[in-house]
């Protein structure tokens, strides 16, 4: 057997377990958010030097690559001003009550 060969099947191996190990991590995290409530997380896995929308929840194949989880759940957050009823029966637009 070669000498070269041998390296170079480590190396293989290495990146095709790296790879493994990436989308376990990704099905765990997945797994962890689905318990807590969120029904449809979308958990991804892309480059580290990738730019990618969402939250970096973790990071695998020894840092090389992000995981990261967008909510998408979530109700769409609005810019309309916030109406707040106040005890003293005022409703202020910004959400301030006055004490």
Request: charged residues 15%; contains cysteine; hydrophobic residues 40%.
């Amino acid at each position: 057997m070669n000498a070269w060969l041998i390296p170079l099947l480590c190396l293989l191996a290495g990146s095709a377990h790296a790879a493994d190990n990436c989308e376990a991590l990704r099905s765990g995290i997945e797994a962890r958010i689905r318990a807590g409530g969120i029904a449809n997380p979308l958990v991804t896995v892309v480059d580290t030097g990738q730019s990618a929308p969402g939250q970096v929840v973790g990071s695998c194949a020894m840092g090389s690559k992000k995981i990261v989880y967008v909510q998408g759940d979530a109700p769409p957050r609005s810019s309309a001003p916030i109406l707040t009823e106040c005890r003293d029966g005022s409703m202020p637009v910004d959400g301030r009550c006055p004490r």
